[in-house]
């Protein structure tokens, strides 16, 4: 089972840019689908963006399309979201998630290995 760590989150000014990674360890880490995940304070954690084993299929919450930018290195065995034009309310920790297959990619369960998560501020 890969263990994951994110790294790259921090405070941005709203229309700013971040670059978020997860680094897993293992040697298995192609043989599972990949999401990231948020929550915000108060709110129940919200699905963001997610991507297959081989990065052929890719999946985003309708809010963040065309902001941001999920992919896959199976090389280095990484998960990194390009997020641009910030807006406050992409506020939240995020969370990186693997899981066996992209089945039902929207849905928490779906995912059994999780990250630690990493602060995103975005500023008004």
């Known amino acids: 089972q890969v263990q994951l760590v994110e790294s790259g989150g921090g405070l941005v000014q709203a229309g700013g840019s971040l670059r978020l990674s997860c680094a897993a360890s293992?040697?298995?880490?192609?043989?599972?689908?990949m999401a990231w995940f948020r929550q915000a304070p108060g709110k129940e954690r919200e699905f963001v963006a997610a991507?297959?084993?081989?990065?052929?299929?890719?999946y985003y919450q309708d809010s963040v399309k065309g902001r941001f930018t999920i992919s896959r290195d199976n090389a280095k065995n990484t998960v990194d979201l390009q997020m641009n034009r910030l807006k406050p309310e992409d506020t939240a920790v995020y969370y990186c998630?693997?899981?066996?297959?992209?089945?039902?990619?929207?849905?928490?369960?779906?995912?059994?290995?999780w990250g630690q998560g990493t602060q995103v501020t975005v500023s008004s």
């Open positions: 998630a693997a899981g066996p297959t992209l089945g039902r990619p929207t849905i928490a369960e779906n995912y059994n290995v």
């Open positions: 293992g040697r298995t880490f192609s043989t599972y689908a």
């Open positions: 991507i297959n084993r081989s990065g052929g299929s890719i």
